[in-house]
């Protein structure tokens, strides 16, 4: 994730476990957990925690069932806290997601993800500018 301060060491890597959760057929609400720190090297050190749910429509290949690809579109919020500079700021952002998955054989899959949002809860300390940006790569699994 980048984009959360205005300064040059403000990447931030960690993990997010998501669930989803079909509400209607092609419809689906994704909620997750992000948790990371910023690298080693930069400075000032950051960490991150943050929650966000995405409300999805899935748009499906023309393949047979559990074989290919799917986009999801989603828009969605974060809210959560970011640590910098020995302080903890509130990070509260919104904005629209994209996944593309492609399915490997029977429940397993791979999930490339990219999200802006905007920030809507400003840190003067932090110089938060307004956009930030994340890409994610993850594996999933379906449980039946």
Known sequence: MTGITGSGGDLVV???PFLVVEVAKGLFLR????????????????TL?????DACTRLAGLYTSTHGMQLDICGGAD???????GRAH??????PSMDLR???????A?????LVDANAWRSNQLTTPLWAGRGEVAMSWRLR
């Open 14 to 16: 960690g993990i997010t």
């Open 110 to 114: 791979v999930v490339l993800r990219g």
């Open 31 to 46: 909620p997750a957990i992000a948790v990371g720190g910023s690298l080693p090297s930069a400075s000032p050190h950051m």
């Open 102 to 108: 492609g399915e490997l054989g029977g429940d397993l």
């Open 90 to 95: 509130p990070l509260v952002a919104f904005g």
């Open 79 to 85: 809210a959560g806290m970011l640590e910098g500079d």
């Open 49 to 53: 925690a943050t929650t966000r749910v």
